[in-house]
């Protein structure tokens, strides 16, 4: 593992697959009465979120209390940052005070990178989003769920996704999801389709490791796993399509679409979902649907992370002899 995570286009295979490992390993945790590794004890862990966020901010509090870290929760509404302090200013903040970890989200593409590399803090950097650019933690809790669905929990150990094809669909412009995931599922033999109308592709899309379609029904039958991006209007500055019925008749999945389907294949979603829009409330509340299971997956990612980058290299033995 290298020092910081900045972005899933820097994890090797071998690299995703020992944080997917040590996640299945972290999951068992999950099983205990007490929910704690002595792990991280004495160590500071700061969530330094610049962005509003529900489930990735409390996702990894959990992941660092299970791992009994010290956490320092730091949101910019509220600090010195809505009265016009730096992100340096703020770095050199934190490095005073000795921590370990940031956690950081932020709005502007590029900020983990540039917190990472200044030489404003000697503390791991781990991405939780920056601005369109990339979000790595969710895309290997996304490739660790579809793991365990689509190869098996115990039979996934120490196994990639090859062959495997995994359809994105929407709002790919504005997303930080699908380009990590789709660096990602590249990287771990995946082959990967982005459906979505030609007005919420980025420019450069061709030379993305992936195919383009236009076309949402005629990439389903073929699908092993198919995720609907949400359609992210506080990042839109104009109108990227006619109206939300137009968009859920073209691009939105109901139950009629999810039948066309493989009977193995899964919908998922990296939420908050927009129900009614890119999914029915049939399909979100389906068996197939494993959005909730993502969240649940997240924190054993996330713990496998601070558990490399903080605790060691090697996967971790949670299990213990049965007396």
């Given at each position: 593992m290298q020092r910081h995570l900045i972005s899933a286009a820097d994890l090797t295979r071998d690299d995703a697959v020992l944080i997917l490992d040590t996640a299945e390993e972290m999951?068992?945790?999950?099983?205990?009465?007490?929910?704690?590794l002595p792990t991280l004890r004495g160590r500071t862990v700061v969530n330094l979120f610049f962005e509003d966020s529900t489930r990735t901010r409390i996702s990894f509090e959990a992941a660092e209390k299970r791992l009994s870290a010290d956490v320092i929760n730091f949101t910019a509404k509220g600090s010195s940052v809505s009265k016009g302090e730096s992100l340096k200013d703020t770095a050199q903040t934190l490095e005073a005070?000795?921590?370990d970890a940031v956690v950081i989200r932020h709005g502007a593409s590029g900020a983990p990178y540039r917190l990472a590399t200044s030489g404003w803090i000697d503390a791991h950097v781990i991405n939780a989003g920056d601005g369109t650019h990339q979000h790595p933690t969710q895309a290997l809790l996304d490739a660790f769920t579809m793991r365990r669905r689509l190869v098996g929990r115990d039979s996934g150990i120490g196994k990639d996704l090859d062959g495997r094809r995994i359809t994105l669909v929407g709002d790919v412009l504005h997303s930080r999801v699908a380009r990590s995931n789709v660096d990602l599922l590249h990287t771990l033999g995946a082959h990967v389709t982005l459906v979505a109308p030609p007005t919420l592709l980025p420019v450069g899309v061709e030379t993305w490791?992936?195919?383009?379609?236009?076309?949402?029904?005629?990439?389903?039958?073929?699908?092993?796993?198919?995720?609907?991006?949400?359609v992210q209007r506080e990042r839109m500055n104009a109108?990227?399509?006619p109206t939300e019925r137009e968009y859920s008749r073209r691009y939105g999945l109901d139950g009629d679409r999810m039948a066309k389907m493989p009977e193995h294949a899964i919908v998922m979603h990296p939420g908050p979902m927009v129900r009614g829009m890119e999914i029915t409330a049939e399909v979100a509340d389906s068996d197939r649907c494993t959005v909730v299971e993502q969240v649940t997956n997240g924190v054993s990612i996330r713990m496998a992370v601070l558990y490399l980058l903080l605790g060691g290299n090697e996967p971790a033995q949670t299990r213990t002899e049965e007396k």
């Open positions: 999951a068992r945790v999950a099983d205990r009465p007490i929910k704690k005070m000795g921590v490791p992936c195919e383009v379609s236009y076309d949402l029904d005629s990439t389903l039958p073929k699908s092993d796993a198919v995720m609907m991006l949400r109108a990227f399509f």
